[in-house]
C-alpha cells in the first residue's frame, strides 16, 4: 500500500467513476482498477460495489475512504513542512476567495505576485466562506481572503483592509437625487441580495439594520440570486436596489448599465477583508509576504490596515 493507491481510492469515492477518477490521477483506467483490487485484497474486504452502471462505496469503504483522506492530509502536510523549511517562497500556495472577493482583487493581485514572488505557483480556488474554512481545516488550501472572522478553533487571521459598501440603484431612482444615501432610506422590499451563504448577504443585512425574519411576502428583501452579475443586471432594469463593495467599482458595469451608485451616509456600512490560514501554518514568511503584497497593490476606495 502507497499514497498513490490512497490518492486511486479517494478519487473514484469522490467521482464515483472508474474513468474520470483514471483521468483525474493521470493514470490509466485498467492500472487504476487494478491497484484498488490489489488493496481490496491486501484489506480483505470490498471498497465498491461494482456493476455496469454504477459505482458505490460500501460501508467499510466509506469509514478506509475517510482514513485514506487523514493520511493523504498528513502527508502533504509532513511535505508543505519539508518544502517550508528550505524555502517558505518556492512552491504551491492554494488561495481560497468567495465570489464577491475574487473577481475584483484577483486583477490587481496576480501581476504583483508574479513580480515579487516568481517562484510561487498560485492556484485560486472560489467558494462559500464555510467551504473555504473547511478547506483550509483540512489543509487543502494554504490561505484564504475572507470577509468574516475564522469560525474555526484552529484558524487565525490577518486583517487587510476595510471595504465600504456603495448603493447602487437604477438610474432614475428617487435616491438619484442625493449625494450619499442613508441606507435606513431604502424599502427593505427594494433590495436584492445574494442567498443564504454568502456572506455579503449577512453584511448587507447588518448595515441596513434588517428585520432577519422578513420574507419576500411580508415586504422584506429578495435573497434568490446567486451571484452579484446577476444581482446588479436586474438592478439596471430597474428591480431594485443593492449595496456593492467599494472594490466593485472599478468594473465595467458601473458605465452604460442603468445603474447609479451613491456613497452610505455613516460611513458605517462594509466589511473587513482578511487573511486567513491554518494557527499551525509553517510558512509564515509567504503570508507576511502575501499581506504586504495585498496591501501595497489595494485602490484608494478602500482603507488598508498595513501600510
Request: proline fraction near 6%; include cysteine; glycine fraction near 8%.
Amino acid at each position: 500500500m502507497n499514497t498513490r493507491d490512497l490518492e486511486y481510492l479517494v478519487a473514484v469515492a469522490e467521482e464515483l467513476h472508474f474513468g474520470r477518477a483514471a483521468t483525474r490521477c493521470n493514470a490509466s483506467q485498467p492500472a487504476l482498477s487494478g491497484q484498488l483490487r490489489k488493496l481490496e485484497e491486501r484489506l480483505g474486504v470490498t471498497l465498491f460495489e461494482r456493476t455496469k452502471r454504477h459505482v458505490g462505496l460500501t460501508g467499510i469503504g466509506g469509514r478506509i475512504v475517510g482514513q485514506a483522506r487523514e493520511i493523504l492530509r498528513n502527508v502533504a502536510a509532513m511535505e508543505q513542512l519539508a518544502a517550508a523549511h528550505k524555502d517558505p517562497l518556492v512552491g504551491a500556495c492554494r488561495i481560497g476567495m468567495p465570489p464577491t472577493i475574487g473577481p475584483y482583487l484577483t486583477p490587481l493581485l496576480l501581476p504583483v505576485i508574479k513580480r515579487y514572488l516568481p517562484h510561487i505557483t498560485l492556484e485560486l480556488i472560489e467558494g462559500l466562506t464555510d467551504r473555504l474554512e473547511d478547506r483550509l481545516t483540512d489543509g487543502a488550501l494554504d490561505v484564504a481572503i475572507l470577509a468574516t472572522s475564522p469560525t474555526r478553533t484552529n484558524l487565525t487571521e490577518i486583517v487587510l483592509y476595510d471595504e465600504p459598501f456603495w448603493i447602487a440603484m437604477p438610474n432614475d431612482h428617487p435616491l438619484t437625487d442625493q449625494d450619499v444615501v442613508d441606507v435606513t432610506q431604502i424599502e427593505p422590499g427594494e433590495l436584492l441580495l445574494l442567498s443564504d451563504g454568502h456572506c455579503l448577504r449577512d453584511q448587507i443585512y447588518d448595515a441596513c439594520k434588517l428585520d432577519r425574519t422578513l420574507t419576500r411576502r411580508n415586504g422584506g428583501p429578495r435573497t434568490q440570486q446567486t451571484s452579484l452579475a446577476t444581482i446588479l443586471a436586474l438592478v439596471g432594469a430597474g428591480e431594485g436596489i443593492t449595496l456593492v463593495p467599494a472594490m466593485s467599482l472599478a468594473s465595467g458595469w458601473v458605465t452604460d448599465s442603468g445603474i447609479a451608485v451613491r456613497s452610505e451616509e455613516s460611513g458605517t456600512a462594509g466589511r473587513t477583508v482578511r487573511l486567513t490560514l491554518r494557527k499551525a501554518y509553517p510558512r509564515m514568511a509567504l503570508v507576511e509576504k502575501l499581506a504586504d503584497i495585498i496591501a501595497a497593490c489595494l485602490p484608494n476606495t478602500v482603507h488598508p490596515a498595513r501600510r
